[in-house]
């Protein structure tokens, strides 16, 4: 198994306006992509980020190697609960993930 990070060119994840996140995987090759396309299970993103996975959307798109997740801020952007205003630390987390294919 091997860590997401590790295969993908760069995990990024952005501020999506108030109330959603944005996660990019940016896999460079079309082998990589079909490794993490193929290994990176929507229910474990969302189980990561405890979202239901019904609130989850996902965007496989091969002809760019890149998928794209798209999920509700865990709290309101600019609350005193939000802890990232720029959404920039879920990255880290979605990079651990491992992929075993």
């Known amino acids: 198994m091997t860590a997401l990070k590790d295969i993908a060119d760069k995990v990024r994840s952005k501020n999506a306006g108030p109330f959603w996140l944005t996660l990019d995987v940016f896999c460079g090759t079309e082998e990589a992509y079909q490794r993490i396309s193929n290994g990176l299970a929507t229910d474990a993103v969302a189980r990561l980020f405890g979202t239901d996975p019904t609130q989850l959307k996902r965007f496989d798109m091969p ?20 802890r990232d205003m720029h959404g920039a630390s879920f990255a880290v987390l979605l990079g651990e993930v491992r992929i075993d294919r």
């Not at 002809?63 to 939000?82: H, I, W, Y």
């Open 63 to 82: 002809e760019l190697n890149v998928v794209k997740f798209s999920l509700p801020r865990p709290a309101v952007q600019g609350t005193r609960a939000d």
